[in-house]
């Protein structure tokens, strides 16, 4: 699966639902919370390239390469030949090399004893492939 230059610096920000419904469902319940600002993001992400790289590895590839491409140039290909593509219009290509990084100090230091982590990408990469072999039906609509 080709990625863009930059996307293996790029970190690439995900997780599990169920960690940002308990986590929301904790820290609004408690005093401390109060006036603070929590981003509920991984503290460890991936990068793009690992995050395929590990996707490849849950869907039982025993070899995953991501060779790097221009992402201009291709973007500027898939504009002028299908410009209602789906990756143009969502403007998929900007996040992969996107390099924003998300402090969330304030989520680990109140969420610290609650039992509630979010769990490293490696951790429930075999359950998102999973998932999705049993319902293949299901499509990006949700996501946008």
Known sequence: MPAPRGAGDAEFNVVPRDYVVDAIGYLSGIDESEGKVYH????????????????????????????????????????????????????????????????????IEDLEGSGIACPRFEEYADNLVAFYRIHPEIDDAGMR
């Not at 990068?47 to 849950?58: M, R």
């Not at 221009?70 to 390099?99: C, I, M, N, Y």
């Open 40 to 107: 509920l993001a991984d503290p460890d992400p991936p990068s793009t390239v690992e995050l395929v790289k590990t996707l490849g590895e849950a869907a039982g590839k025993t070899k995953t390469f991501v060779p790097p491409y221009p992402k201009g140039v291709v973007r500027g290909l898939l504009e002028s030949l299908a410009p209602d593509h789906e990756l143009v219009k969502s403007g998929g290509f900007e996040f992969q090399t996107w390099s924003a990084s998300f402090d969330c100090s304030n989520a």
